[in-house]
């Protein structure tokens, strides 16, 4: 591994990274929590069969720190962390596995809190409950959110809403035209919500059986895999996995706007932010757009209210609105501007804690 973690570490100001091992059950993860100002890092745990150690460290370095500018930005007080197990999630998953990974989040005694992410399902969080208390989105107890991918993708639905108004003046997703790449859990319920407005979706998959359920259930066209950026539409929506907006990639879009649920589209935030905005292609910040599934599971935080979390998720139409707004009266890109709103936000956080208090009053002291 020729990365030097401690300089990597620093340059991303992350708090702290742990390694975890346990022979008998396979399990090899890792847990970064990027930053707790705000309060307990929470984010999923995703399960992948990495090339390597180092694609694993990195992965959980970049998706911790996204969440903490999510978690920011959504106005939730918690702060940043994400795991990852190293493993196929289709052959390697056993219980033991996951109540060995729930005792490396209990040892971790509330600094990180564990949900589902790509690999992983409610029904392994209810496995990790069985060693912790420090886990959401599982099924296993009363006032638990289950899975949170039909909140991620309601969010995305009101996100994709607040792009089309501001690019074609109007919010309704009748009559567009969608490309969706990747029709997993949350693109599935995506495909439901823009078909029930009257929108067209032209889609594409890895696996050609969720391909198949969209084309029937919600009258999509489907597409080759390297073919959706070259689909003519009116947004694209990156479903699938990260850095999927790149050199290659953006010189093929033929859309105005991009508004998708996948983590760390843009390969390079600056450089691939700053193209999509000269060719005039609204980038709608993924973290943003996703935010959906952490609001719902961080609600578990206050006692599970699904009313109250569904206001909250629909609200990320008005954030949008916001972040796009910044863009424009500050001149920057709208990644920069979700960023700053970020930022700001745990920048002035931490000046209010400036002021002692006898007592912490935290997001998990409510539970
Ligand atoms: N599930 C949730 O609540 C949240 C999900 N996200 C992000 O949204 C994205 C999708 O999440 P899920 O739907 O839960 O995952 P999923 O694993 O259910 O679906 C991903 C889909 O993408 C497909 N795929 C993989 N590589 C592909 C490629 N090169 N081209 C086309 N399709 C490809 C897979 O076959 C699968 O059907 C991920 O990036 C995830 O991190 C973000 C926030 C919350
Ligand atoms: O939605 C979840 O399960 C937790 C949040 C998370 O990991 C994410 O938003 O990427």
Not at 246 to 267: F, R, W, Y
Not at 277 to 302: K, T
């Amino acid at each position: 591994m020729d990365m030097i973690l401690f300089e990597e570490m620093s340059i991303g100001d992350y708090e702290q990274v742990v390694f975890c091992q346990d022979k008998a059950s396979g399990l090899k993860a890792i847990i970064a929590i990027h930053d707790t100002t705000l309060g307990p890092a929470l984010g999923g745990c995703r399960m992948w069969p990495y090339e390597s150690e180092e694609a694993a460290l990195r992965d959980v370095l970049r998706l911790s720190r996204g969440m903490t500018y999510k978690n920011a930005a959504a106005g939730l007080n918690i702060g940043g962390g994400k795991s990852v197990i190293i493993g196929n999630p289709k052959t390697d998953k056993s219980e033991a596995l996951f109540r060995a990974m729930g005792r490396y989040v209990e040892s971790l005694n509330g600094r990180y809190i564990i949900a589902e992410d790509v690999g992983t399902n409610e029904y392994d969080m209810n496995n990790i409950y069985l060693e912790t208390d420090y886990v959401t989105g599982s099924t296993a107890r009363a006032g638990a959110s289950g899975n949170p991918s039909p909140k991620t993708a309601l969010g995305v639905y009101y996100a994709m809403k607040r792009t089309a108004k501001e690019v074609y003046g109007d919010n309704s997703l009748q009559g567009k035209t969608i490309a969706i790449q990747g029709l997993g859990n949350v693109a599935y319920d995506l495909c439901q919500l823009i078909n029930q407005e009257g929108g067209h979706l032209v889609v594409t998959d890895i696996n050609q059986e969720a391909i198949q359920r969209v084309v029937r259930d919600f009258d999509a066209k489907a597409v080759g895999v390297e073919e959706i950026y070259g689909v003519t539409a009116d947004i694209f929506s990156p479903c699938a996995l990260g850095a999927v907006l790149n050199d290659e990639t953006i010189p093929q879009l033929k859309v105005k706007a991009i508004c998708g649920s996948a983590n760390n589209q843009l390969a390079d935030i600056e450089r691939h932010s700053q193209l999509l905005s000269q060719l005039e292609i609204l980038y709608a910040p993924d973290f943003i757009v996703n935010s959906g599934g952490v609001i719902n599971v961080a609600d578990e935080l206050s006692g599970y209210d699904e009313e109250r979390a569904t206001v909250k998720v629909k609200a990320i139409y008005e954030q949008m609105g916001q972040v796009f707004e910044i863009a424009k009266r500050e001149a920057i890109t709208t990644a920069e501007a979700a960023n700053h709103l970020a930022e700001q936000r745990i920048a002035q956080m931490l000046n209010v804690r400036r002021t002692f208090l006898q007592t912490g009053k935290s997001a998990i002291c409510k539970r």
